[in-house]
């Protein structure tokens, strides 16, 4: 894998470009969005929980519809892929432990093992 020098590393992230408009004949070639739809469910959160879905929205009704609650900016209908964030807010003890459950099978562990993990999750993510 290649390594960036760190002042590559801030160069890059120094460069950044909101885009003003698409051209609305244009898509996204299936084969990169698959590749960005993979980095948006990789992308990760505190804990692990990733309490978001993400929504792609390419029907051009829909993007209209909602180009009014967005500042009627052009950008939502012209682009071919628009992806709404939903963050749930309100986790609760059953969301964590859903994702305790997940954790304990894909990590091939009994659940028991990770009840002090739960716990702390509990504690700031839910009790607050």
């Not at 002042?7 to 992230?13: A, G, K, N, Y």
């Not at 682009?79 to 997940?102: P, Y």
Request: aromatic share 8%.
């Amino acid at each position: 894998m290649p390594t960036l020098s760190p002042s590559d590393l801030l160069t890059q992230l120094n460069w950044r470009y909101a885009t003003k408009q698409f051209d609305a004949d244009k898509s996204i070639e299936s084969d990169v969005w698959a590749a960005l739809e993979d980095s948006l469910v990789l992308t990760p959160s505190s804990y692990g929980l990733q309490p978001w879905k993400f929504i792609v929205i390419t029907d051009p009704q829909i993007k209209a519809q909602l180009q009014p609650l967005s500042w009627n900016q052009s950008q939502i209908t012209e682009c071919s892929h628009l992806v709404v964030f939903a963050v749930n807010k309100n986790l609760t003890a059953e969301d964590v432990d859903r994702f305790i459950e997940s954790t304990a099978t894909v990590r091939d562990v009994p659940v028991e093992s990770l009840a002090g993990y739960r716990n702390m999750i509990v504690s700031d993510v839910v009790l607050g």
